[in-house]
């Protein structure tokens, strides 16, 4: 079993900066993906980033590119993800998700087995 525990979330302003982070415990494998996803209300759950716990291979949803950056520390077993230059539009509740496979990184939400119970992050125009 793996578990993921996000926290880092809150409210901040547009143009502002946040750090999530999810801590990962139990049967962690170098095989795995972690990823982050969003939802805001009344849509669909939106991949944000990924990355391989083996190569540090990231991947990044269009509508976060040049703005946010996921990174891993594996003696912590944490993933970060690092949002600048927030918008009104990113204003969702962030999931840290692990996907054990080790087939390469996925968009899709389908992929991803292990889910974090969310942070709520809001940023006012």
């Known amino acids: 079993q793996v578990q993921l525990v996000e926290s880092g979330g809150g409210l901040v302003q547009a143009g502002g900066s946040l750090r999530l982070s999810c801590a990962a415990s139990?049967?962690?494998?170098?095989?795995?993906?972690m990823g982050w996803f969003r939802q805001a209300p009344g849509k669909e759950r939106e991949f944000v980033a990924a990355?391989?716990?083996?190569?540090?291979?990231?991947y990044y949803g269009d509508s976060v590119k040049g703005r946010f950056t996921i990174s891993r520390d594996n003696a912590k077993n944490t993933v970060y993800l690092q949002m600048n230059s927030l918008k009104p539009e990113d204003t969702a509740v962030y999931y840290c998700?692990?996907?054990?496979?080790?087939?390469?990184?996925?968009?899709?939400?389908?992929?991803?087995?292990?889910w974090g119970q969310g942070t709520q992050v809001t940023v006012s125009s």
């Open positions: 998700a692990a996907d054990p496979r080790g087939w390469g990184i996925s968009g899709s939400p389908h992929e991803y087995d292990y």
């Open positions: 139990g049967r962690i494998f170098y095989t795995f993906v």
């Open positions: 990355i391989m716990w083996s190569d540090n291979s990231t």
